[in-house]
């Protein structure tokens, strides 16, 4: 009797055992099964070509400012702002009312030349056949230089009174400004303004850490929010020899071909440089993950255990489906492309493998 009871009490235990068994396998699989489930991919670090991105104005090659020596009435403006016009081209026409007093000085100053050179003759003359002296024939020399100096500054004056008097182009471009209209009295301001917009010169600060890369001479590319990704290129032209101590950038200016004039001053765009190469960790873009509510990106990456690890990386150029990282992962570490809804720092998963 009590041997039964010793084998029952023992067969009930083995159950118990045995149960006890069973729920912590079936435990087990449970969270096998539960464990997130990613993709992995192998980094490396690699040679990035390094692209500056900045923005720009665009502002023309030369200007310049149509105006009258001196104070005179406007009679006619020949062009109106937005027109194009040529060098050479007549654009202002001034009152004439001085030109004839000026004209009358040239004149007088002919005849007293010729008066002047008439009586140096005769002293010559009269030199050559004892009748004179060379004291005489001095001062009629001096006379006949200063009445020769006389009539080459009213001629002078005659041509700024006419080149006043008629405004020229000097060069091919666009009136940018009018300033008067007829009749108006000439002030401070220009009349006009040309500017030259063929080529154009596109302006931008690039920063001082990168001011040994940038030589006048190499090319750029440059985009407009006007033609939204129709690429322009450019060269350098220009490179501020100092730097703003306020901002830590140098100016820059970038020559721009503009024969259809489509490019006007005052745009805004974009100049895009090729600054060499840095060897950086390339990631798939996938891999990346952006913080919800701060701008921060991370990566979780694959620990031997099979956990994973949360790195706040910094990105550098996005390149198609790839992302340059400029710091966060070290090369030939293992990063997690798919699944990273469900992860978090230390948190142990399963690598699906590669099909």
């Known amino acids: 009797m009590k041997t039964r009871n010793i084998w029952s009490i023992?067969?009930?235990?083995?159950?118990?055992?045995?149960?006890?068994?069973?729920?912590?396998?079936?435990?087990?699989?449970?969270?096998?099964?539960?464990?997130?489930?990613?993709?992995?991919?192998?980094?490396?670090?690699?040679?990035?070509?390094?692209?500056?991105?900045?923005?720009?104005?665009?502002?023309?090659?030369?200007?310049?400012?149509?105006?009258?020596?001196?104070?005179?009435?406007?009679?006619?403006?020949?062009?109106?702002?937005?027109?194009?016009?040529?060098?050479?081209?007549?654009?202002?026409?001034?009152?004439?009312?001085?030109?004839?007093?000026?004209?009358?000085?040239?004149?007088?100053?002919?005849?007293?030349?010729?008066?002047?050179?008439?009586?140096?003759?005769?002293a010559v003359e009269l030199l050559k056949i004892g009748g004179g002296t060379r004291q005489q024939v001095d001062q009629m020399e001096t006379q006949l230089i200063n009445a020769k100096n006389t009539l080459a500054a009213a001629e002078r004056a005659l041509r700024n009174v006419k080149e006043n008097t008629v405004l020229t182009s000097p060069i091919s471009g666009v009136v940018t400004a009018r300033n008067y209209d007829p009749g108006d009295m000439t002030g401070n301001l220009p009349i006009l303004t040309v500017a030259r917009i063929n080529p154009v010169k596109v302006v931008t600060n690039v920063s001082e850490s990168e001011f040994s890369h940038v030589k006048v001479g190499m090319p750029v590319t440059v985009t407009f929010d006007t033609y939204g990704d129709e690429e322009f290129q450019g060269t350098v032209s220009m490179i501020s020899p100092t730097v703003d101590t306020s901002s830590r950038t140098f100016g820059v200016e970038v020559r721009v071909a503009n024969g259809e004039g489509r490019i006007l001053p005052g745009m805004f765009g974009r100049v895009m440089m090729k600054l060499g190469e840095s060897m950086n960790v390339v990631v798939p873009d996938q891999a990346v993950v952006k913080q919800q509510g701060s701008g921060s990106h991370f990566v979780y990456v694959l620990n031997s255990d099979s956990t994973v690890s949360y790195h706040q990386v910094e990105l550098g150029r996005r390149m198609g489906n790839e992302y340059e990282l400029l710091s966060g992962v070290e090369p030939g570490s293992v990063v997690v492309t798919t699944g990273q809804r469900r992860l978090a720092d230390g948190r142990k998963v399963t690598v699906q493998k590669s099909k």
């Open 10 to 122: 023992l067969l009930v235990g083995l159950l118990v055992v045995s149960g006890a068994c069973s729920r912590e396998e079936k435990k087990t699989e449970e969270q096998k099964e539960t464990l997130p489930v990613v993709r992995t991919a192998e980094v490396s670090e690699r040679a990035v070509e390094q692209i500056g991105i900045y923005t720009a104005s665009v502002e023309p090659e030369i200007i310049n400012n149509i105006s009258a020596q001196t104070p005179n009435r406007i009679r006619e403006i020949l062009v109106d702002e937005g027109m194009r016009v040529s060098a050479g081209q007549r654009l202002v026409v001034m009152d004439d009312v001085n030109t004839i007093s000026y004209e009358t000085q040239v004149s007088n100053a002919k005849a007293n030349l010729d008066n002047v050179k008439l009586n140096y003759d005769r």
